[in-house]
């Protein structure tokens, strides 16, 4: 498993350590920081604090990701699907949170409510071609090969 140092800033008391729920979770929960429950209309989005900020080294990137529990049981899941934390951004994390029940889903302080993956990317020179190569697929879009 590979392994590394993180530096975190806690912005406010009340903000939690990004905490991994299992020894082999690849995401680190994160948690709301706030001083009240906040109340999420159905349809709504709303920006939850976290109250840290992160230093994450450059070739890697923060993904912020729903917690399946809470969207799949409540219904609350980043609206922006994943988030992304770029390695120069030293501000704090928020979670834009989209309520996509029908119902009134109240978030607790301090309770889980996206995870953070920690992973490399790769930064493209883009580079304009008049072909590109051929390959069985083709240019089969949504569905073309034959699986659900």
Known sequence: MNRIKLRFKKLDEK????????????GADLHACMEEPLAV???ATVFVHTGIAVEIPAGLVGLVYARSGLACKKGLAPANKVGVIDSDYRGEIMVALHNHSAEEIVVEPGERVAQMVIAPYYFAEYEEADELADTVRGEGGFGSTGTV
């Open 15 to 26: 903000a939690q350590t990004p905490r991994y729920g299992t020894e082999f979770s690849a």
């Open 41 to 43: 209309s159905p349809g």
